[in-house]
């Protein structure tokens, strides 16, 4: 079975920065893409950022600028560097990897990440 451990979540204050892991374990096969989303309370999840097995990246307009992934395709592990946080970013992140056989989403267990104004 492949788990999604994710680890970096927390409080911290705004304009400050949080660095996200997402860690894959178990067997797993080609990939399209590793990621986040996160989800508000009463409100879909919504996408953050994603990264390709080929590494092309794209990032939802709200965080463009201030977020950036990366990965280390030796360690089956994404990253996701969060800087200039605001108070709007508080959220639950999940990470996601998307397995290329047939399109299928595993999701991590999701962190908190909450930014004090």
């Known amino acids: 079975q492949v788990q999604l451990v994710e680890s970096g979540g927390g409080l911290v204050q705004a304009g400050g920065s949080l660095r996200l892991a997402c860690a894959a374990s178990?067997?797993?096969?080609?990939?399209?893409?590793m990621g986040w989303y996160r989800q508000f309370p009463g409100k879909q999840r919504e996408l953050v950022a994603t990264?390709?097995?080929?590494?092309?990246?794209n990032y939802a307009d709200s965080v463009k600028g201030r977020f950036t992934i990366s990965r280390d395709n030796g360690k089956k592990t994404a990253y996701l560097q969060m800087n200039s946080l605001k108070p709007e970013d508080t959220a639950v992140y999940y990470c996601?990897?998307?397995?290329?056989?047939?399109?299928?989403?595993?999701w991590g267990q999701g962190t908190q990440v909450t930014v004090s104004s």
């Open positions: 996601i990897i998307e397995r290329a056989y047939d399109g299928y989403d595993y």
């Open positions: 178990g067997i797993i096969f080609s990939i399209n893409f």
């Open positions: 990264i390709t097995s080929g590494g092309s990246t």
